[in-house]
């Protein structure tokens, strides 16, 4: 069974402040990553993806992968209290050319 | 900007009744996908669709549902016999290429009773 696996919170940073937001993944083979935001009773936005180990920045978003740790993470610098809504992980898996496995999503609040 | 859309936001439906969920994807974007999500729950894989036929489905997909694509702008999904636990928030997704670069639809509400 394939799992992403996302701490639910909620997570609670200080306006301006740097969030951290983890994601872990079982399958090992999985190729594609993504991080959507969910503000509640909305639909999943596109915050970013990343394909590769390392490193990709987007403003202030810098999304973070570890295939060998199986490990992607999500950092928003200068938090606003606009960012206050749920990430959620994505992961394409090996075996898959189309579908997501989702984790649950962690709470993000972002306080002034 | 282009946007997925999807009606009607909200059924209420009785069990064992038919819905069908429309959406209009974006115009120039090729692969379609149904997702839901129950209440406080995880998103699932529902479908996705390409060149006028399913490209995958989870086995949530059963001969319970079914999609269709039955001019130029609309995709459908068509949930037969109602169950309380269909209940939930159906997404119509779209993307360019067969990524996870989705493109969401608001959402259709479907409370089962």
């Known amino acids: 069974q394939k799992e992403v696996e996302q701490n639910s919170g909620p997570l609670s940073v200080p306006e301006g402040a740097i969030a951290s937001l983890n994601c872990t993944y079982s399958d090992r083979g999985s190729q594609s990553f993504f991080w959507y935001r969910q503000y509640s009773g909305k639909s999943p936005e596109l915050i970013m993806f990343i394909y590769s180990n390392g490193d990709k920045e987007d403003g202030r978003f810098t999304a973070q992968l570890n295939k060998a740790s199986q490990y992607v993470s999500l950092l928003i610098r200068d938090s606003q209290p606009s960012d206050s809504a749920t990430y959620l992980c994505?992961?394409?898996?090996?075996?898959?050319?189309?579908?997501?496995?989702w984790g649950a999503g962690t709470k993000l609040i972002i306080k002034p | 900007e282009p946007e997925v859309t999807q009606t009607p936001s909200h059924q209420v439906t009785q069990m064992g009744q038919e819905v069908i969920l429309r959406c209009v994807p974006i115009?120039?974007?090729?692969?379609f996908y149904w997702y839901r999500q129950i209440l406080g729950q995880k998103v699932e894989f529902l479908v996705s669709f390409y060149n006028n036929e399913i490209s995958e489905k989870s086995e949530i997909f059963d001969d319970q549902f079914s999609v269709e694509r039955p001019d130029g702008s609309n995709f459908t999904l068509k949930i037969r016999s109602t169950k309380l636990e269909d209940s939930a928030m159906y997404f119509c997704?779209?993307?360019?290429?067969?990524?996870?670069?989705?493109?969401f639809g608001e959402g259709s509400r479907l409370t089962v009773l």
């Open positions: 994505a992961v394409n898996p090996m075996d898959s050319n189309y579908q997501l496995i």
């Open positions: 997704a779209s993307s360019r290429a067969p990524t996870g670069e989705l493109f």
């Open positions: 115009s120039n974007h090729l692969y």
